[in-house]
């Protein structure tokens, strides 16, 4: 069974990236395609972006500017940077599976808490 770890700092101050990287076991990440989800306090979930099988990239448009995903199939990684950031950007991260069609997302990691305050 796929499992997925989300790590990183937990504090991050305004206007610094926030680096997380989701350790992938049971799986090879060069078979499906991969996604991070944040939820805010007290909000809903909002996707990130996915990464392909190949490597390719697709972001959230409202947040693309700002963000980067990359991997390391040496390790079965892959790992997320989110650039300027302030503190809306406070929130649970979430690594995930996803289908191709980006539509569905499964074998959630159990999230990680990152807080952006100086």
């Known amino acids: 069974q796929v499992q997925l770890q989300e790590s990183g700092p937990g504090l991050v101050k305004p206007s610094q990236t926030l680096s997380l990287t989701c350790t992938v076991s049971?799986?090879?990440?060069?078979?499906?395609?991969w996604s991070w989800i944040r939820q805010p306090p007290g909000k809903g979930f909002e996707w990130m972006g996915a990464l392909t099988y190949d490597g390719r990239t697709y972001y959230n448009p409202s947040l693309k500017s700002r963000t980067s995903f990359s991997r390391d199939t040496s390790k079965n990684q892959f790992s997320l940077q989110l650039t300027f950031v302030t503190p809306e950007d406070t929130a649970v991260y979430y690594c995930a599976k996803v289908d191709p069609s980006f539509f569905y997302f499964y074998s959630w990691g159990q999230g990680t808490q990152v807080t952006v305050s100086s």
């Open positions: 049971g799986g090879s990440i060069t078979t499906t395609s």
